[in-house]
């Protein structure tokens, strides 16, 4: 019984992490930008979210002024600081410390606003109930993965049968290749940013109810999304939410031969046993220099 | 010319006038942590301090004005070295406040090098009673709190058979040692213990291990955000048991979680209703100021800095110049101090002694249940 607990409990885990890990593989993919601030804006949703639900507002508001808000932080983010990086001289380390560097100002803003302690948004959704004996889950751990089939099979879509899906595709594949065919890879990377952002807010919303939030939440985001990024496969979407999957139930099973505080070890067990015997990850291409 | 010399002449005025020949400032350090998870300590510690240091101003205790040089620690070992080492380097402070158990051991070795005062209110390891004549708790360490909680839990409540989820650090080992010692003496079984790293946050396998333990109780042995998440996902994930846990609990937001409702706590026995006048004017001035009831690490803050304000002014009634030795001299020749919650004596390893309370969380505030004193 206690591994089908576990079992349960982390496909729960895994499908928040594959929703954030898939958000910053998007925009990593098409854009090569270090977006280390992707926990900001898994912050910024989830803090977002909890005040305006918090304050008697109620769902619907609550989950539209998170997605305004991360999509707003991406976007923002992306021009005023990415895009003039860029210009000027455009180094993959200048845009990784500027996004650090803003990822900490945000959790220190947030932290001021709403104090560093720990906050958690009540709901009964939270609480789990006993489906057969010995196995507790709750309605939020169904709502999670519901959630991620649904957002990630649209994003599939979105990718594979629109427009803006092939251009983003493309930039991932040679972003000189997109401006030879008349598209704008400033836009369509601003679209990266759109979509990579909204992603987290699901998860993001889902985690204010279950774990709990506090400013600093937004660096274990970061490091599982860089992790799964790299196990599934660094631009390989359905990679990285497999990774995303594959890491929340490598977790949550780890607890039946280890101790739990060696269950972050595995995470980064299995990280580091891809990059030395499959370093293109689970779905990535093998890529020749 | 002779403007620039009559603004030089204007700046230095302001100078002299801004440094009284005779006053001395008094500075004191302060290793508390103000950013990262548990940096909601930081506020609570600060609370207490703050006000001493007014009250010691007001009262004009010493020949100068006191202030505290605060250092960043984040409640870890590292940044509190480093933090210790501009206090006593650079500052030159004699005296520091300290909090946290793996903080407080770490920067101990730097105190007794240099002959620091390192008082500690907010730690609980029971080790912190061993580390040397400059090290000082005015707080009453976890291995009382452990002996206080177990019979309570075991006898009067009769929960037999308990399962630990403990940080995996100095205090949650210390913890862990003290009910491995503590349960078979009240007739009951440590079940199981599960071991947390300070950075998880994730918890719903740990209840899920939790729950198949078929414990009546769970000891919670950790601190900052992370005892809050823990409490929360016990219950979320179907932990029905009594939860119980020590005094790093007894912060407003833990005390406001609506999953903290029915845990037992465990802190020193602190009465506010005292009429003594140093409580008294505690009490009432924390009040106006903080607009809410004081906690037991707000008395504690607030009694290691007065510490300093009676030590200090005593050395300088005496002519004695304000270092760690004089003030460690001065302490063990001092039988009692008056303190917020009475008349208090250190033991002869630097330790406070207090009763120690069993509490109960109702509706977001610990009441007592049952208190236990120890000689």
Sequence with gaps: MLAIQLAITGLQTGALYALTAVGFSLI??????????????????????????????GLVPGVLAA?????????????????????HEGSFFTVFVASFGVGIAVQNVIGMIFGRGFTSVSTPLSRSAEIIPGVYVSPLAWIAM?????????????????????????????PELVRTFGLNPRRIAATAFVVGSALVVPAAIITS??????????HHVMLISLAATIVGGIGSIPGTMLAGLLLGLAESLALLVVDSQWTEAVTFAILFAFIVIRPSGLLGRVVAH | MSKAFT????????????????????????????????????????AGSDLAVEH??????????????????????????????????????????????????????????????????????????????????????????????????????????IALIYVDDPLGQ?????????????????????????????????????????????????????????????RDNGVDAQIATYSGYAVPDALALPESEGMIIT??????????????????????????????YNVNYYNATLLYGILAAALEADGTAITGEALLAKRRATKSFDLVGGTVSFQDNGTLLFPIEVKQIKGGRAEAVTSVSFN
Excluded at chain 1, 67 to 87: C, E, K, M, N, S
Aim: proline share 5%; aromatic share 10%.
């Design chain 2, 267 to 296: 802190g020193q026995s602190v009465d506010f209703s005292s009429e003594d006048p140093v409580t008294k004017r505690f009490v009432d001035e924390f009040k106006a100021k903080y607009d809410r009831d004081p906690t037991a």
């Design chain 2, 174 to 234: 210390a913890l862990k040692d003290e009910l491995e010692t503590e349960m078979p003496k009240a007739g009951g079984e440590l079940v199981d213990s599960f071991s947390v790293p300070t950075s998880a946050q994730q918890f719903s396998g740990v209840a899920a291990q939790v729950r198949a333990t078929g414990a009546d109780a769970v000891y919670v042995a950790s601190y900052g955000n992370q005892q809050l998440q823990i409490v929360k996902q016990l």
């Design chain 2, 7 to 46: 603004i030089m002449g204007a700046f230095a005025a302001c100078v002299c006038y801004a440094m009284p020949a005779a006053a001395a400032d008094h500075t004191i350090g302060a290793l508390f942590p103000l950013s990262g998870p548990n940096a909601v300590y930081g506020d609570v510690f600060m």
């Design chain 1, 28 to 57: 990593f993919g098409s854009t090569r930008i270090f977006h280390f601030a992707h926990g900001a804006t898994f912050v910024i949703a989830a803090y977002l979210f909890y005040w305006v639900y918090g304050t008697g507002w």
């Design chain 1, 209 to 218: 109810a279950t774990t709990g939030l506090n400013p600093t939440i937004g």
């Design chain 1, 67 to 87: 997605t305004l808000g991360a999509v707003f932080f991406g976007l923002v983010l992306d021009r005023l600081v990415y895009v003039p990086i860029q210009r």
């Design chain 2, 56 to 161: 010691i101003n007001a009262d004009h205790m010493l020949s100068g004005p006191m202030s505290i040089a605060y250092e960043d620690s984040q409640g870890l070992p590292q940044p509190a070295v480093v933090g210790m080492t501009k206090l006593v380097n650079v500052t030159g402070v004699p005296y520091t406040l300290s909090a946290f158990t793996g903080v407080s051991k770490a920067i101990s070795t730097l105190a007794m090098r240099n002959s620091v005062i390192a008082v500690n209110g907010g730690g609980v390891g029971p080790d912190l009673a061993d580390l040397g004549e400059y090290f000082w708790n005015v707080i009453p360490l976890a291995n009382l709190e452990v002996r206080a909680a177990v019979p309570y839990l075991v006898e009067s409540l009769g929960l037999k058979k």
């Design chain 1, 146 to 174: 519901l959630c991620t089939a649904l957002l990630l099979g649209g994003l599939h879509f979105f990718l594979r049968r629109t427009h803006t899906g092939a251009a983003l595709r493309a930039l991932a594949d040679d």
